[in-house]
């Protein structure tokens, strides 16, 4: 069965182009990315030379938010940016948050309240969603369809998700109490 | 929430109703779940397509070495390197791998390029050069059904012709329209994507998400010229499908590029390539008359249906019958005249979707039995009523209903959930039509409801040997504890056969651990595909064979091991028992002469194939659902904000409600789209919306609230009473959708889907005489005003 890229794969160079050596912060660590070619993103960087898989393309327009990862603590599709520009950033992927357990209530919830089909929207909204729940602990219903408009599912019409953003509120007012 | 009717009576609850959670849930939510694009290998190549820019077109010729000469380049191939069959196609092989002498539609593959870097392959295609020869389009069904052949098929896929009943008879009332449907996408998230290696032995693996693994690697291996035995594919992570990945599409590049490198070859498609990568829904042109007696009892139907199929043939032979066997709804009528056509044209292919044939046609029958009630002045609701089908009713082909027909119980259930409140209090402005733009004007929003309602077959008709395989292996380990590894070459796609599979162990074996397999095409026979609402009911049937198997051997085991009959012993949740002496042996005990390991193979019964008249047997069983949709429209603005879908769905028996939910609300979500935004824009062929930018699918803002009771009357000859849930939510959703439009404005609106100057730019034709009369009240059954 073929794997998912273990870290520092350093993918072939395009021909046209001279290719660059940079670094990126990635998860709290430093890495150092080899022989990309300028115009590579950084979700192609993540995902190829990186090996952090967990973050998805489903439109490289930023239509879809699959992508998401926290760049600077602010939620970007990580498709629509040069990941040579992202130096000197601090870039946060799902894995990272699923390492961390900082999203660990967000993504119990997602499973056991159904929000799962697919998964291939799944991670995008995980970032989406604690990314949310960090800045408006408290969104109202249309806050939290607003908030995560920018992130197509296909499967599901949202209902869980709904749901599961509920169960996280709930579960986390009931832990300030 | 979706209510249970509370109609099922379970004798046993061990595995089965309970929402348990899907298996593979966590390692989705923390990213670790390896879809198809995620794969990944040393020295591995991507591959990319080349496309006609053309719809339609001779090809004078193609000229690799361009492309093969870019550093960086390790292969490029076009037809005349395909060793095997040049063609592929799901019933019948008409379309080409590659496009060797004709271009059909816009985006057939005319070439394929392997290289070190996704960019380097891009740019590798688009180097080589094809000189093209621009033939006129035929982009018409109707004009296609009249011209020169498109391909040495002909241009008319099917024609299926019913003839039920008096053709002659006419009845007191009578009512006409003409409606079109636009060609929807699936828009599954995951783009098409693969890996191909090429093995030592001369074959290849393929890591492919697919929704029939088995029927691929027939087509793949025809078209390679080997044995299918060298042809092995195996399930990747699959991000949706929705009938978009039943046919080919990379399959056959990527092992073509992996044998002729010697290399590992992974190609994913773009979102923009995805859309030219795969099916849509067929596009319809449908006219319908509707006779009835005065009383509202429907007396004839009368169709004629024009489905364009694009330029190859895909499943568009099974669409057209579907469309013509369900052209009338689900309503009892003793009269029916239908002829339904499935074209080709130079438009890009069209093939399976969700709902398959029954969409398109609901449509219109639904619009016409909002007619019929107009004509007739009573309630569209009571109209559907008095003439829903019940048991052992027939349909238009002859066929009589031995299952559960729940119609009646299905309108009722969606019209008597509660009505949504006014307009959203928590933020008005965000909740009208048009929400964030903040554009409409509340004095030009209206409100309307609308009902549909609507039923579809469960696995594959007419005759064809629809099966299912299905391989479990019982072991035990030398702390006792008993292991059920389950082969299985179901694909999962989202659905959650997964999370089934493994409730189905616990029902029919007992609390054992439960190891599903990787789905391949190696260690078991097919599943047939994960489509037509059928892998509940065949997998699962096949998946309660083998369980039986395996309880069958432990029995005889047993019965040796206590010196009694096989008669005699009794198997009761991991445990047998002598029914004689009352003494034990436990599964773990009787695996210590090694594991069981059997493979079995369900067929459902036989179905019939349709004669000249579109007469027999040819379903097995139907799934039936209704939708009320509430919805607020800007008449100014032509904005549509769909507020509230409520349904009612025949399930037999929800396995796992939590999962039932889930089809539901996201199979209404595809159903609304189809309604309100999402059409492939094509201009004479040219596909011209080819990214989500311009293809608009349904956001958290653009859902509804969804209500849902769901009838549960077990299905007798189902496995486990339960039918199919994926698909009904799916079909008259988007119907009901319209209905609530054309209530707020008065107008007509013959044509899904409603685009703003459809209700802005009207001319204003409208179907009722005072657009302002209440009908909420009628359709809103006993909560009304809730």
Redesign the interface.
């Known amino acids: 069965?073929?794997?998912?890229?273990d870290a520092h794969?350093d993918?072939?160079?395009?021909?046209?182009s001279s290719s660059n050596d940079f670094d990126l912060t990635v998860d709290g660590r430093s890495r150092r990315v080899r022989g990309s070619?300028l115009?590579?993103t950084l979700l192609?960087v993540l995902?190829?030379r990186l090996g952090?898989?967990?973050?998805?393309?489903?439109?490289?327009?930023g239509?879809?938010g699959?992508c998401s990862v926290l760049l600077d603590d602010v939620v970007v599709c990580s498709c629509l940016i040069l990941a040579a520009d992202a130096q000197g950033c601090t870039i946060r992927?799902?894995?990272g948050l699923?390492a961390s357990g900082d999203a660990a209530d967000?993504?119990?919830a997602?499973?056991?309240?159904?929000a799962?089909?697919?998964?291939?929207?799944?991670?995008g909204l995980?970032v989406a969603i604690y990314d949310l729940l960090r800045h408006s602990p408290d969104a109202?219903?249309?806050e939290?369809?607003?908030s995560?408009?920018?992130?197509?599912?296909?499967?599901?019409?949202?209902?869980?998700?709904?749901e599961a953003v509920r169960e996280v509120q709930r579960g986390r007012s009931c832990a300030r109490l | 929430m979706p209510g249970s009717s509370g109609m099922t009576t379970r004798t046993r609850t061990t595995g089965l109703g309970k929402s348990e959670l899907r298996p593979d849930g966590i390692p989705k939510v923390r990213g670790e779940f390896a879809f198809s694009s995620d794969l990944w290998m040393d020295a591995m190549l991507w591959g990319h397509t080349l496309r006609s820019p053309h719809v339609s077109a001779r090809i004078r010729s193609v000229d690799l070495r361009p492309a093969l000469a870019i550093p960086g380049v390790r292969a490029a191939i076009a037809a005349s390197d395909v060793p095997g069959r040049p063609t592929f196609g799901l019933e019948v092989a008409d379309q080409p791998v590659f496009a060797s002498d004709v271009v059909r539609y816009h985006g057939e593959p005319i070439a394929a390029v392997a290289a070190d870097h996704p960019e380097t392959a891009r740019l590798a295609a688009r180097a080589v050069l094809v000189e093209y020869e621009l033939v006129e389009p035929v982009v018409d069904a109707e004009v296609a059904l009249r011209s020169d052949p498109l391909h040495p098929d002909g241009n008319l896929f099917r024609h299926v012709r019913i003839r039920h009943g008096d053709p002659g008879i006419v009845g007191d009332v009578v009512v006409e329209g003409t409606y079109e449907v636009g060609m929807q996408d699936q828009a599954f998230l995951g783009p098409e994507s693969g890996l191909a290696v090429p093995g030592e032995d001369g074959g290849v693996d393929l890591y492919i998400a697919t929704q029939w693994l088995h029927v691929d690697r027939d087509q793949i291996a025809a078209s390679l010229g080997l044995p299918a035995s060298l042809v092995r594919l195996h399930l990747a992570g699959v991000g949706g499908a929705f009938g978009g990945r039943e046919d080919v599409s990379l399959q056959i590049h990527l092992c073509l590029l992996a044998l002729r490198c010697g290399r590992p070859v992974k190609m994913v498609y773009s979102r923009e390539e995805s859309f030219f990568g795969h099916v849509h829904r067929h596009p319809a042109k449908m006219w319908y008359r509707h006779h009835a007696d005065y009383a509202g009892n429907l007396v004839k139907v009368e169709a004629r249906l024009v489905l364009d199929g694009g330029a190859y043939l895909s499943s568009s032979n099974a669409v057209v019958s579907n469309a013509a066997c369900f052209a009338p709804g689900p309503y009892r009528v003793a009269n029916a005249t239908i002829d339904a056509y499935a074209v080709r044209t130079n438009n890009p292919p069209c093939g399976a979707m969700r709902g398959f044939g029954s969409v398109q046609v609901c449509y219109g029958h639904e619009a016409q039995m909002d007619k019929l009630a107009a004509a007739l002045h009573v309630d569209p609701v009571d109209l559907r009523l008095r003439n829903a089908l019940r048991r052992y009713d027939r349909m238009i082909t002859g066929q009589v209903l031995t299952g559960v027909v729940p119609v009646r119980e299905v309108i009722e259930a969606a019209v008597g959930l509660p009505m949504p409140s006014g307009r959203c209090l928590e933020d008005p402005a965000l909740s009208l039509p048009g929400g964030a733009g903040l554009s409409a004007d509340v004095s030009d929003v209206s409100r309307g409801v609308g009902v549909a309602v609507s039923f579809k077959n469960i696995a594959y008709s007419e005759g064809f040997d629809d099966y299912a395989s299905a391989r479990v292996r019982l072991e035990s380990d030398d702390s006792a504890n008993v292991t059920a590894t389950v082969f299985i070459a179901t694909a999962e796609v989202g659905q959650g056969f997964v999370t089934l599979a493994g409730q189905i162990i616990a029902e029919e074996l007992g609390p054992f651990g439960v190891v599903l397999a990787q789905a391949n095409t190696s260690d078991v026979g097919s599943a047939g595909s994960s489509s037509a609402s059928r892998q509940t009911w065949m997998s699962g049937g096949a998946l309660m064979l083998a369980c039986a198997a395996v309880r069958h051997i432990l029995s005889e085991r047993a019965a040796s091991e206590l010196d009694e009959p096989a008669a005699a012993v009794a198997y009761d949740t991991g445990e047998l028992r002598s029914t004689v002496s009352g003494r034990r042996v436990t599964a773990a005990e009787l695996l210590i002469s090694g594991p069981i390991d059997v493979e079995e193979v369900y067929h459902h019964r036989p179905t019939m194939a349709l004669d000249a008249d579109g007469q027999g047997d040819a379903h097995l069983s139907l799934m039936f659902a209704a939708h009320r949709a509430v919805v607020d429209v800007d008449r100014g603005l032509g904005l549509v904000k769909v507020v509230q879908v409520s349904t009612g769905q025949d399930v037999g028996r929800a396995l796992n409600p939590l999962a039932v939910t889930g089809q539901i609300e996201g199979g209404i979500a595809q159903g609304i789209g189809l309604a309100v935004m999402e059409e492939i824009i094509l201009d004479e062929g040219r596909v011209r919306n080819a990214s989500f930018t311009d293809y608009l699918i349904p956001t958290s803002l653009d859902m509804p609230d969804v209500l849902a009771t769901l009838i549960e009357q077990p299905e007798p000859e189902a496995p486990f009473g339960a039918k199919g849930v994926g698909e009904p939510p799916t079909i008259s959703s988007g119907p009901a959708v319209l209905a609530a439009i054309r209530a707020a404005t008065g107008l007509e609106l013959t044509r899904a889907p409603v685009r703003p100057e459809h209700i802005a730019l009207s001319d204003g034709i409208h179907t009722v005489s005072d657009p302002s009369e209440d009908r909420s009240s009628m359709l809103a059954g006993d909560n009304a005003g809730l």
Do not use: H
Not at chain 1, 110 to 114: I, L, P
């Open positions: 069965m073929p794997d998912s890229p794969i993918g072939s160079t395009v021909p046209w070619w115009g590579e192609y995902r190829e952090l898989p967990g973050s998805k393309n489903a439109c490289e327009q239509e879809c699959s992927t799902v894995e699923s967000v993504q119990d997602m499973v056991r309240c159904g799962v089909q697919c998964g291939f929207c799944t991670p995980v109202t219903d249309m939290i369809r607003e995560l408009s920018g992130n197509l599912c296909r499967c599901t019409g949202y209902g869980r998700i709904f």
